[in-house]
């Protein structure tokens, strides 16, 4: 089963991409030549790791009846100074004080499961190709 994006290139340094009925939009900093007025893609791949993480712990205590209300996750990037790649990549989920305890190893299982997290440890074959005419 395959799925396509288009990337189209709406003006400045804007690039989006379409799929299904959404539209994601990107720009690059006002520094990097961009009118700052979206995220960058590399922001939004950095994102898409917390997010996907967000739904697997939202998810675990919609099923368990437990209130995500005061629940939230803080990402912690961490950069090669030498290569400028991302090198570690932290994750903590907060929860408040009266939240489970006998929950938390479960919770952290739960996070664990994000598809991208599992994507970036078995990374697919990326090809590019042009297409002229």
Do not use: W
Not at 40 to 52: I, R, V, Y
Not at 65 to 75: F, I, M, R, W
């Amino acid at each position: 089963m395959a799925r396509e994006f288009l990337i189209t290139f709406p003006g400045g340094a804007c690039v989006d991409a379409a799929t299904d009925d959404f539209v994601i939009r990107t720009d690059q900093p006002v520094r990097g030549g961009g009118a700052g007025s979206a995220p960058t893609p590399f922001d939004l791949f950095l994102a898409s790791m917390g997010t996907c993480a967000g739904i697997y712990v939202l998810s675990f205590c919609q099923q368990r009846g437990v209130s995500a209300e005061d629940v939230h996750l803080t990402q912690v990037v961490e950069m090669d100074p030498n290569t400028h790649m991302v090198s570690e990549v932290k994750l903590t989920i907060h929860v408040p004080a009266d939240f489970p305890r006998k929950y938390e190893a479960a919770l952290i299982r739960s996070a664990e499961l994000c598809a991208v997290k599992r994507h970036l440890e078995t990374p697919p074959a990326i090809t590019v190709a042009a297409q002229f005419g």
